[in-house]
Each structure stands twice: as C-alpha cells, then as structure tokens.
C-alpha cells in the first residue's frame, strides 16, 4: 500500500490528504490546529495532532 504524509491541513493539505485517501493511499494528515484534525479524521487513515516543526515530535510521529 502507497503511504503519503501530509503536513498541515489548510485548503490545500485538506484536499490532497482526503483525495489521496480516497484513492486508496494510506494517509497521515499533521496538523497543530485541534479543529482540522477533527474535521479530517473520519476521511485520512491517521490524523495526528502536533507540530511537525518541532524536530522531536516529529520523529516521535514517524516512528507510529
């Protein structure tokens, strides 16, 4: 299975995380926002809240 991580749920994240997954793909949608992670979560395979800016969290995430 395609894996794609996608960074930041603003208009644009939003649609290729939600089409990309819909297509198929195995998606994590990262974003800070509590609120867009919610919104998207039903439609992404894992949605993850934190700062993907923060060099720690991030590698915490990735090793999910």
């Not at 208009?11 to 609120?35: C, H, R, W």
């Not at 979560?41 to 993907?52: F, K, L, R």
């Not at 060099?55 to 995430?61: D, G, M, N, Y």
């Amino acid at each position: 299975m395609k894996q794609v991580g996608i960074l930041g749920l603003g208009p644009f994240g939003t649609s290729v995380a939600t089409t990309l997954y819909k297509l198929g793909y195995e998606v994590m949608a990262i974003d800070q926002n509590t609120d867009k992670i919610q919104a998207v979560s039903n439609h992404v395979t894992h949605a993850v809240q934190a700062d993907a800016m923060d060099e720690e969290a991030f590698k915490s995430i990735i090793l999910m």
